[in-house]
């Protein structure tokens, strides 16, 4: 298995840019997760998916859009870059979205916006 | 939401030395978890504990969920085990989970 994979590893855009990060997961999880790091402070949710066709907003949901059209994928889009969203962003998935139990994470993708 | 509060913030331990982080939340959670971030910014599993004491070699946990803290426990530290500790919490009852800010763990030769 190769876990939960995300690509790009490294992205800089310029402000007002879209671009979308993509994540995916081969362990057949139904909760799926994308987070952002920002310097010296913990993760903080974006949005989340308890199973394909099913998202909702996280803490910080605001200039981010996702969608879960399969189980395996759960791609992050930035529609107009600011530089506010310079971070590091983090997939996640677990096992069930019911009863959720331990979060397996991405290698995490750091974007820069200019 | 709920808050999470790890201490100590920072932590510069010699080789050998053993340490205890600690993560105060302020509600009843079911989901509990220790992570540890490598210096390559990698998040590994290092613990799944709603409640009770676990161990995995030098390091142990123990949830106690109602008093509404964790300790992680790290004996015989080695340089490798620097980096940054987070817990992270899973309300009674939600979908989403709350990290910590972190214990930032320095270990010298």
Known sequence: ?114 | GIQVEQSPPDLILQEGANSTLRCNFSDSVNNLQWFHQNPWGQLINLFYIPSGTKQNGRLSATTVATERYSLLYISSSQTTDSGVYFCAVRRLGGNQFYFGTGTSLTVIP
């Open chain 1, 1 to 114: 298995n190769a876990g939960v994979t995300q690509t790009p590893k490294f992205q800089v855009l310029k402000t007002g840019q879209s671009m979308t990060l993509q994540c995916a997961q081969d362990m057949n999880h139904e909760y799926m997760s994308w987070y952002r790091q920002d310097p010296g402070m913990g993760l903080r949710l974006i949005h989340y998916s308890v199973g394909a066709g099913i998202t909702d907003q996280g803490e910080v949901p605001n200039g981010y859009n996702v969608s879960r059209s399969t189980t395996e994928d759960f791609p992050l889009r930035l529609l107009s870059a600011a530089p506010s969203q310079t971070s590091v962003y983090f997939c996640a998935s677990s096992p069930s979205g019911l009863v959720m139990d331990e979060q397996y994470f991405g290698p995490g993708t750091r974007l820069t916006v200019t």
